[in-house]
């Protein structure tokens, strides 16, 4: 297992379409999947995407099942591993929060997302995955996913007066680098 580089935005690799992944449970995949799990821990993460370590598969990693240090009013959510992820959004309410990125270091927008989703896919052994989420869960999720199509949070801000340095938004807050 090993911290990998995550890139930042201005790095054409993240704004790809990702690769469907077709092998299940290889050497390969566990490892970088290891190397992910890592990386997102290291840099208190509340998910990753493969694109964003310069992956280019259709791999999200999210939740550590505990309370994540970003974001320390979220729910917790399941640790789990997404492979060629599909997202149906469930109704039309909308939730407009905060969110950030380990792509886009230092910044934070509110961003408009489905507040109830499903979504399907893959675990690294192949096994299915169908779970409906709500809230918090299912911003990450929904924004994990958006790398693997080569969309970045700032992408999606439709109110840019609420778009900001962490340090500005919320000096209050434990000092995060503004890089």
């Known amino acids: 297992m090993a911290v ?3 890139l930042k935005m201005g790095d054409e690799r993240l704004l790809r379409k990702a690769q469907a992944i077709t092998a299940f ?3 390969e995949l566990l490892s970088g999947i290891a190397d992910m799990k890592e990386t997102m821990l290291a840099a208190n993460g509340a998910g990753l995407a493969a694109p964003q370590i310069g992956w280019d598969v259709q791999l999200v990693i999210f939740g550590t099942g505990q ?3 970003r974001y320390p009013d979220a729910e917790p959510i399941p640790p789990t591993v997404l ?3 599909s997202i149906t959004v469930l109704g039309d309410e909308l939730q407009h929060d905060w969110e950030g990125c380990l792509s886009v270091p230092g910044l934070r927008a509110v961003v408009p997302r489905a507040m109830k989703i499903r979504y399907t896919g893959f675990d690294e052994k192949g096994n299915a995955i169908d779970r409906v989420a709500d809230g918090f869960h299912a911003k ?3 924004h994990e996913c958006d790398h693997l ?3 970045l949070y700032p992408m999606r801000v439709t109110d840019f ?3 900001g340095y962490n340090s500005v ?5 434990a000092p995060e680098s503004d890089d």
């Not at 938004?169 to 807050?173: A, E, I, R, V, Y």
Request: hydrophobic share 45%; proline share 15%.
């Open 161 to 163: 007066s609420k778009f």
């Open 83 to 85: 492979i060629n992820p």
């Open 140 to 142: 990450v999720v929904q």
């Open 149 to 151: 199509i080569g969309i």
């Open 4 to 6: 990998r580089q995550i």
């Open 25 to 27: 449970n290889t050497p």
């Open 67 to 69: 309370i994540i240090p």
């Open 169 to 173: 938004l919320f000096p209050n807050l």
